[in-house]
């Protein structure tokens, strides 16, 4: 019934920036976290970021932070996920999912296993 839709990845040099969108439709929650994931070739799926819509909380992964931010945009159904400094280790395809769990009470929302629906995903390479 939900269904998410991941745009925006491409090609891009080291340290060169790229925005990707995730576009919600289908849910009947108020409200929901909305994660971004990325599994590279021969590697496990890692969170990346979430986006908690009750109270506008973030998270990131520590390989991410300071260089992406998530946020929600002027669109209430679309989460973005700016990534700057972008480096040759962050090339993978990145997925977004939502979550029917807020991550108030110290839910780790990096584990995939609370999250209920994926989108295709979206190839992210970064290469000069």
């Known amino acids: 019934q939900v269904q998410l839709v991941e745009s925006g990845g491409g090609l891009v040099q080291p340290g060169g920036s790229l925005r990707l969108s995730c576009v919600v439709s289908?849910?009947?929650?108020?409200?929901?976290?909305i994660g971004w994931f990325r599994q590279a070739p021969g590697k496990e799926r890692e969170g990346v970021s979430c986006f908690t819509n009750s109270d506008g909380s973030t998270h990131y992964a520590d390989s991410v932070k300071g260089r992406f931010t998530i946020s929600t945009g002027n669109v209430e159904n679309t989460v973005y996920l700016q990534m700057n400094s972008l480096k040759p280790e962050d090339t993978a395809v990145y997925y977004c999912a939502q979550s029917p769990w807020t991550f108030r009470f110290g839910a780790p929302w990096n584990a995939s296993q609370y999250y209920n629906y994926w989108g295709q995903g979206t190839q992210v390479t970064v290469s000069s």
């Open positions: 289908g849910s009947t929650l108020d409200y929901y976290a």
